[in-house]
């Protein structure tokens, strides 16, 4: 069996989730179940060889966003709202690495709530995505770049760098000003690995990584609520 997400994505199901049973309309059981890794609304095709069946179409409601929203349009429209209000106290805390609150949390939720191009659900479910509704924010409006030296300044401190270890600490302050955070398995990854194929390993001591890794979960740490 075929499930299309709408619009057009496809995907591939475990028929034997669907149980067939005596009595239920088209010959799919009441209970039957659907369990694909995608969360949104679904769309399913019966093509079991019953000419009455064919081409018939069922809507299924599977958790996630709401009809017509499409999660990275979600974040498009999220993150152009946003930027619109970046002197909201929540949000400044947040460009400028600071520590959020609770109170700071609803604010930003109630503002997302009441932009208009998502509802409470939407901003449930970005949250979850995201680890934290201060993250999926950070992850949108991104760090202030003065904000993003001032992370690494404590790592660098100290520390006699060789060009190498400096570029690299600017790709750093480049992803923190873009996404706000650094997960530390995007140091293993494109640009990083384009300066070094290994990643930070290879550049600092592991003493020196260890470091790193702190200095990026601290600047992390701030987007989460105390």
């Known amino acids: 069996m075929r499930f299309e997400t709408e619009p057009g994505r496809q995907m591939q199901a475990d028929f034997a989730t669907l ?6 309309a088209g010959g799919v ?25 064919m081409g018939s179409e069922v809507d299924i409601e599977l958790p996630g966003f ?12 999220a993150r152009a709202f946003l930027r619109e209000h970046l002197d909201r106290v929540a949000i400044h805390k947040l460009r400028m690495n600071r520590p959020l609150t609770e109170s700071d949390l609803r ?9 208009g191009f998502g509802g409470a659900g939407d901003v449930r479910c970005a ?3 995201s680890q934290g509704l201060g993250l ?12 993003a030296k001032d992370a690494m300044t404590g790592f660098i401190a100290g520390k006699a760098l060789s060009a190498n270890q400096i570029e690299f600490i600017n790709l750093i302050v480049d992803h923190l000003t873009e996404h706000g955070t650094v997960e530390p398995s995007a140091l293993y990854e494109s640009p990083f690995t384009d300066l070094t194929p290994r990643g930070p390993d290879v550049l600092f001591t592991p003493a020196q990584v260890d470091e790193l890794m702190r200095a990026l979960e601290a600047a992390r740490a701030t987007a989460v609520a105390a």
């Open 66 to 77: 709401a009809v017509g929203t499409d999660y990275v349009k979600f974040r498009a429209k």
């Open 19 to 24: 149980r067939r049973g005596e009595g239920s």
């Open 127 to 129: 949250a979850e995505e």
């Open 136 to 147: 999926f924010v950070r992850s949108l409006v991104g760090l202030d770049r003065g904000a």
């Open 107 to 115: 604010e930003l939720q109630r503002m997302l709530a009441e932009s």
């Open 29 to 53: 059981h009441r209970d039957a179940r659907l369990e694909p890794d995608d969360v949104r609304r679904v769309r399913y095709r019966r093509a079991d060889g019953d000419e009455d069946l």
